[in-house]
């Protein structure tokens, strides 16, 4: 079984997939694809707080691509910030820009996802979408179970050090999106 995490910086946190960096495989390279993996031969691809720093067309190029690159029934684990979570602080460090402070790691964002455009994305390249976590419009929070085998994303729920004592203070908009 072939997995890799894009863009894994400081997060290994799932032992045995395989960690890269956008210097070595950049989401809009095909050449950076085609030297490290046969088309069709990963069972997954972990992306978390990745795509948000891609633009909406970037993103469906970059899940097009992956496409190709996943077997039958592999798929994308995605975690983007959710535009849709409630707390404006969060709201503030993660928008498009950033906070205003060009050192920020958000201050490439270049999108603020909901789990609408975060499904209409991956739709568009071809996948069908699974929902895992996310805030809906209200800004409810929605928790489908997922497997930690199939990736775990640390910016969740279960995983964040800081959502503690049943009290949201950060959270991922999840989903998997599964090559049909």
Request: hydrophobic share 35%; aromatic share 12%.
């Amino acid at each position: 079984m072939t997995k890799v995490v894009v863009g894994a910086g400081m997060y290994r946190n799932n032992p045995s997939w395989e960690y890269t960096q956008e210097e070595e495989l950049s989401l809009l390279r095909r050449e950076d694809w085609d030297a490290r993996f046969e088309a069709g031969s990963l069972d997954a691809i972990l992306a978390e707080h990745v795509w948000e720093h891609l633009t909406y067309e970037e993103a469906v190029e970059a899940a097009v691509l992956c496409r190709e690159f996943l077997r039958d029934g592999g798929h994308i684990r995605c975690a983007v910030p959710d535009c849709n979570f409630p707390n404006e602080e969060y709201r503030q460090m993660c928008q498009v820009g950033g906070p205003g402070d060009l050192n920020h790691p958000a201050a490439s964002h270049k999108m603020f996802y909901s789990y609408e455009t975060l499904s209409q994305m991956f739709e568009a390249a071809g996948f069908e979408v699974r929902l895992l976590e996310y805030c809906d419009e209200q800004g409810v929070f929605h928790e489908n179970d997922w497997e930690p085998a199939d990736g775990v994303i640390y910016r969740s729920r279960r995983y964040d050090h800081r959502n503690q004592d049943g009290v949201l203070r950060v959270v991922s908009l999840i989903v998997d999106a599964v090559k049909k």
